[in-house]
Nanobody, 125 residues
């Protein structure tokens, strides 16, 4: 069992930056692929980024490439999402998720077994 708690959301102006954190409980954190998803009002949840268990491989949605970076610190059981050059269309609730797959980084939400409660990110124009 893995419990996930996101933090770091807030209100920021367009062009600004935020760093989201996701703290995980459980001794097996380092064996999970970790992902970030987001859901805007009236829209489906969408993939943002994911990182392999070692941190060596990452996957980013096209909409955030060049602006967002995902990283993890297994010693701290924490995964991060650094968001730069934020746009109003990045406004959403951001969720952290854990996938027990070892070899494959998935972008489909149904591949992830554990989810955090979400943190709101609002980007004003």
């Amino acid at each position: 069992q893995v419990q996930l708690v996101e933090s770091g959301g807030g209100l920021v102006q367009a062009g600004g930056s935020l760093r989201l954190s996701c703290a995980a409980s459980g001794r097996t954190f380092s064996s999970y692929v970790m992902g970030w998803f987001r859901q805007a009002p009236g829209k489906e949840r969408e993939f943002v980024a994911a990182i392999s268990w070692s941190g060596a491989r990452t996957k980013l949605a096209d909409s955030v490439k060049g602006r967002f970076t995902i990283s993890r610190d297994n010693a701290k059981n924490t995964v991060y999402l650094q968001m730069n050059s934020l746009k109003p269309e990045d406004t959403a609730v951001y969720y952290c998720a854990a996938d027990p797959s070892i070899a494959t980084i998935h972008s489909r939400s149904n591949e992830y077994d554990y989810w955090g409660q979400g943190t709101q990110v609002t980007v004003s124009s």
